[in-house]
């Protein structure tokens, strides 16, 4: 059956391998994409290669979620609706709230309400959730309970302890996310993520449609964005490396994160939008392996063979966790779909494409002189 797609923010990093994705099993493919300039440069046209890899894949239409009628004109025909279109920089989200809530939660809303309001073809919608729901992930106790620390407290880490507690508990150890866990978000985007993904569960049913949410760990791989400074650590550091200059790692350089290669990613997606089975259900897609900021310094360092200053400041920023690593038992059993790329690997391949680019991302710079600034960078 040939589905008509419509994908929000399409022209992103995610957006735009899945609209190929589908392009390339013969569905039709809509992106709806306001091409914003911190991903796409001032003139996408000319400055953004992730919307020039739509020709030919999918008819794009250079609009807003937050305006009615350029999601009422993208909706034309749609039978599964993927919803990316996002503001996605934890950091930049604890201070420009307005803007982040705007878009990801009112986006979502206007979204809906056409879908609630007008006739329209769609059967299912696709949400882009986010690890960044979970806030601070599972731990496991001494007598094997299990705990969801609270967000770690400025006190403690300016004293240079970074870990996360739980009032009475010794020893945690960090045990990976299921689906289940408690949701408490420690950033403005994580809320927004959490509001998105709730608004799309709980109103896609009421209407008599399918709602789906893949919660990403952080997607990584060719295609990322090198300009934005807010956000995808492998960039920020690729154009210190490719630079000469020095890279300043945060806290104590043992936090971790899921890294999860953008194919693995796109296709989890795919199965997502396209199988029965996935019909009301959530999601996590990460790899289910946790690496941390120092092993991924050393492994962008082995990939481009250039040695850098590496300096271990014990900076931390305001709303960053200390580690989250999924479980993606669901995934398996569910969609029959098990993330496949070892980070070392994916590491080279994601490599060998930044190299073929230009150095990219002046900003950022800026964008940590604008988070110490407000007093959540330290
Ligand atoms: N990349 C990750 O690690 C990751 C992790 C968790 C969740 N996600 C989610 O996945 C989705 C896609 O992320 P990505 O990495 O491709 O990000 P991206 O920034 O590359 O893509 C987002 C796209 O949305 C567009 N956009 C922003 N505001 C818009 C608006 N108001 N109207 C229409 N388009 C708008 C941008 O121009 C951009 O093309 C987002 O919802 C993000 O929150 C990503």
């Known amino acids: 059956m040939v589905e008509h797609v419509l994908i929000t923010g399409g022209a992103g990093f995610i ?48 609009g807003s979620v937050t305006s009615t009628d350029d999601l009422r004109r993208a909706l034309e025909g749609a039978t599964i609706v993927i919803h ?26 206007k979204l809906l309400d056409l879908l609630a309001n007008d ?21 496991r106790t001494e007598d094997a309970r299990t705990v969801y620390p609270a967000h770690r407290a400025n006190a403690d880490m300016a004293a240079g302890d970074f870990e996360v507690h739980v009032p009475g508990e010794q020893e945690l150890t960090l045990i990976p996310t299921d689906e289940t866990a408690k949701l408490h978000p420690s950033s403005v985007y994580g809320i927004t993520k959490q509001m998105q993904e709730s608004l799309v569960m709980t109103v896609l049913p009421t209407l008599g449609r399918e709602a789906v949410s893949v919660r990403y760990q952080n997607v990584y791989g060719p295609g990322q964005s090198l300009k934005n400074p807010y956000t995808g650590i492998l960039s920020i550091f690729s154009t210190l ?7 300043n790692v945060f806290e104590d350089g043992l936090e971790s994160r899921d890294f999860v290669y953008i194919d693995d990613v796109v296709e989890a997606t795919f199965l997502a939008s396209i199988l029965p089975a996935a ?20 492994a962008l360092q082995d990939a481009y063979g250039i040695e850098v200053p590496v300096r271990v400041s014990g900076q931390y920023r305001l709303g960053d966790i200390r580690h989250n690593v999924a479980d993606t038992t669901k995934l398996r059993e569910v969609l029959g779909f098990v993330p496949a790329m070892r980070f070392t690997d994916g590491v080279k391949r994601f490599a ?24 959540l960078l330290k």
């Not at 279109?85 to 986006?107: C, H």
């Not at 006739?119 to 731990?139: C, K, L, M, Q, T």
């Not at 009301?280 to 900021?293: E, P």
């Open 15 to 62: 957006g735009s391998r899945l609209a190929a994705r589908f392009a390339a099993d013969g569905h039709i493919v809509t992106v709806l994409d306001s091409l914003i300039p911190q991903v796409h440069g001032h003139d996408p046209a000319n400055t953004s290669p992730l919307l020039r890899s739509l020709e030919g894949v999918a008819t794009v239409i250079e």
């Open 279 to 298: 019909a009301g259900g959530i999601f996590n897609v990460g790899s289910g392996v946790a690496t941390t900021v120092l092993d991924v310094v050393a």
């Open 119 to 139: 006739d329209n073809d769609v059967r299912r919608v696709v949400i882009a959730s986010s690890r960044s729901i979970y806030g601070e992930g599972a731990y």
């Open 241 to 247: 490396i490719r630079q000469g200059k020095e890279i």
């Open 84 to 109: 990316l279109a996002a503001e996605t920089g934890t950091g930049q989200s604890m201070y420009e709230i307005d803007r982040y809530v705007e878009a990801n939660v009112g986006g979502t809303a």
């Open 352 to 375: 060998e494409w930044v190299l073929t680019e230009p150095i990219e991302g002046d900003e950022y710079e800026k964008s940590l002189r604008e988070m110490a600034e407000r007093k």
